[in-house]
Nanobody, 127 residues
C-alpha cells in the first residue's frame, strides 16, 4: 500500500527554523513529482513547494520563496522541506503530496487531482 508519512512539525518561535520530512513507502516514487501543501485554520489548502522526479526542477509559492528549500533523497525515497525565517502566518498543517505530473503542474493545481497525500504534520509559529 502506497503511503506518504510526514514528520518534523512542531512549535517554533518566529524567526526560527524547522525541517519537515516525508517518507514514501509501498512503491517507488522515483518518477513522481513530490511536494508540500499547507492548510491554515479556516483557509483553503495552498501550494508551498514542489520538486520533480530528478530534483532538477523546483517551484515555490511566492510567500515562501527565499525562506523554504525543498530537497529530494532518491535513495531514501523521501523529500524534505527546510523552513527558515518562519513567520506566524506559516502556521498550518503541512501535507506531503506525490503526483505523476510535472512540478509546475503541482504548483498550479491548488491541490486538486494529486495522486497521493500524506496525513499532515502541524507547524505552529508563535509571535
Amino acid at each position: 500500500q502506497e503511503q506518504l508519512v510526514e514528520s518534523g512539525g512542531g512549535l517554533v518561535q518566529a524567526g526560527g527554523s524547522l525541517r519537515l520530512d516525508c517518507a514514501a513507502s509501498g512503491r517507488t516514487f522515483s518518477r513522481y513529482t513530490m511536494g508540500w501543501f499547507r492548510q491554515a485554520p479556516g483557509k483553503e489548502r495552498e501550494f508551498v513547494a514542489s520538486i520533480n522526479w530528478s530534483g532538477g526542477s523546483t517551484n515555490y509559492a511566492d510567500s515562501v520563496n527565499g525562506r523554504f528549500t525543498i530537497s529530494r533523497d532518491m535513495a531514501r525515497n523521501s523529500i524534505a522541506l527546510q523552513m527558515n525565517s518562519l513567520k506566524p502566518e506559516d502556521t498550518a498543517v503541512y501535507y506531503c503530496a506525490a503526483d505523476s505530473g510535472t512540478a509546475r503542474f503541482m504548483a498550479e493545481s491548488r491541490g486538486r487531482g494529486m495522486d497521493y497525500w500524506g496525513k499532515g504534520t502541524l507547524v505552529t509559529v508563535s509571535s
